[in-house]
């Protein structure tokens, strides 16, 4: 296979610009269909519609990829000219496939440390409510009217969010000149202001009341605190596995989970309070300790040999 070749610039303003692109992109697709505003996004057909809109875009947001990248690309020595075309279109395509987290050396392991950190960090819930998540994913699982939704929550939904908010941005950050603790910080407020548009349906659904809209406001501030934390998470765990399959594990693991019920925290027997705590408390510590540092990470040579 070829060798990958050192990314070494492009500008902060174009990769800013880029990732802001691929996320209007994501999101205005949405919208593109007839009738999308003013239909559900549970209803079957918009459900449909959206699966092949965000299918454009990950096709879209490859070839902008390969394009960025090789722009940034040093250029490919030793290359014999009649070939060179078609080799370096071709190179350009297979490093953009390892830069994505596509093509990995540990694919497993990288499914292995993410769910295994994740893990960790919800150690409480999984304790003290594992029944009442089987129970739900049965539900789920059993319900034919809900199949496209849970397929769309389950399944689509966390694949081409982690492509396109980890496997495309992550590369185009990081060869932009961002260093990999700038990129796991900013990068997230992309995929959190991406979900903003929920508010709207919020609205809608509410018959654009005053309550509504305040609804909407707490709702979408929360959303963008708990995407913007789980974006931090899933941007390490990419960088750290070059992988993109340990993302999208743990976005599929944390859509089944949901926000933790922290009602065991403040109600029932002291004794079962305490144990709350005691998992929760540890959980966190566990997670803390299994965050390892993220330079030397094998992904972050492609970048800076």
């Not at 919208?31 to 959206?50: E, H, M, T």
């Not at 910080?185 to 991406?194: M, N, S, V």
Request: overall charge neutral.
């Amino acid at each position: 296979m070829p060798q990958t070749s050192t990314v070494h610039g492009l500008t902060w303003l174009a990769a800013m610009s880029s990732c802001l692109f691929l996320s209007t992109l994501f999101v205005g697709s949405f919208y593109l269909f007839p009738g999308a505003i003013s239909r559900s996004r549970n209803d079957p057909d918009v459900i449909r519609q959206r699966f092949k809109a965000v299918a454009l875009t990950c096709a879209i947001g490859f070839v902008l990829v390969v394009g960025l990248l090789a722009s940034a690309r040093k250029p490919i020595e030793h290359v014999d000219p009649i070939r060179h075309t078609l080799y370096s279109i071709w190179l350009e395509v297979w490093n953009t496939f390892k830069y994505v987290g596509i093509v990995s050396h540990s694919p497993i392991s990288s499914i292995a440390v993410s769910l295994g950190i994740c893990g960790a960090l919800f150690l409480g819930p999984l304790v003290l409510d594992h029944m009442e998540i089987y129970i739900q994913m049965q539900q789920a699982l059993d319900s034919p009217d809900k199949n496209l939704i849970t397929i769309r929550n389950w399944v689509v939904g966390p694949i081409v969010e982690e492509i396109v908010f980890r496997g495309y941005m992550v590369p185009i950050m990081l060869a932009g000149g961002f260093s990999a603790r700038q990129t796991i910080w900013c990068l997230p407020l992309f995929f959190g202001i991406a979900h903003l548009h929920h508010a709207w349906e919020v609205i809608r659904d509410g018959g654009y009341t005053r309550r509504s809209i305040i609804h909407a406001a707490t709702s979408s501030i929360f959303q963008l605190m708990y995407t913007m934390v789980f974006g931090w998470l899933a941007t390490y765990l990419f960088i750290r596995t070059g992988s993109l399959y340990g993302p999208i594990a743990t976005h599929i693991f944390c859509n089944i989970v949901g926000f933790p019920n922290l009602d065991s925290l403040v109600s029932g027997p002291l004794k079962s309070q305490v144990l709350a705590w005691g998992l929760y408390i540890s959980g966190i510590l566990v997670f803390y300790t299994v965050l390892t540092p993220i330079d030397g990470c094998e992904y972050l040579k492609l970048y800076f040999n």
